[in-house]
């Protein structure tokens, strides 16, 4: 994927109460639309991977304050959704897609507050 040229990336970020199973996550963000998008040719060599989407606001099953379920998911390609590239991926070999697993992460919202975004710890997880 880098290799040299422009591609067109997509990365979103999924939710779930805390212990959910990755079938339950559901993704999260702007108009639920929780993804970035870019071109390869425009990441920082130095922190591959690495992106930042902005603040984003879990489910109302998450209390303020409290831990979740995340994963990121990632793809290449003009697809509107991680599941439409990962389709069209079984036969194309030209789209990748990744995931990051699900992990635990507190979340940074106050009671009555949207959530604020907490220090870099941990690091911002990397799109592998």
Do not use: C
């Not at 992106?51 to 409290?66: E, H, K, L, Q, W």
Request: hydrophobic share 35%.
């Amino acid at each position: 994927m880098m290799d040299g040229g422009t591609t067109a990336f997509h990365v979103a970020l999924y939710w779930g109460v805390l212990g959910s199973a990755e079938a339950q996550l559901v993704v999260i963000g702007r108009s639920g639309a929780g993804y970035t998008s870019g071109t390869t040719g425009g990441l920082n060599a130095a922190l591959p991977g690495r992106f930042y989407g902005g603040n984003f606001v879990t489910g109302t099953a998450t209390d303020p304050s409290g831990s979740a379920t995340f994963e990121v998911r990632g793809w290449t390609g003009n697809y509107a959704s991680y599941e439409a590239a990962f389709a069209a991926a079984q036969t194309d070999r030209s789209i990748f897609v990744g995931v990051s697993g699900p992990f635990t992460s507190p979340t940074g919202g106050y009671a009555g507050t949207v959530s604020k975004p907490l220090p870099p710890e941990p690091p911002p997880s990397n799109l592998v």
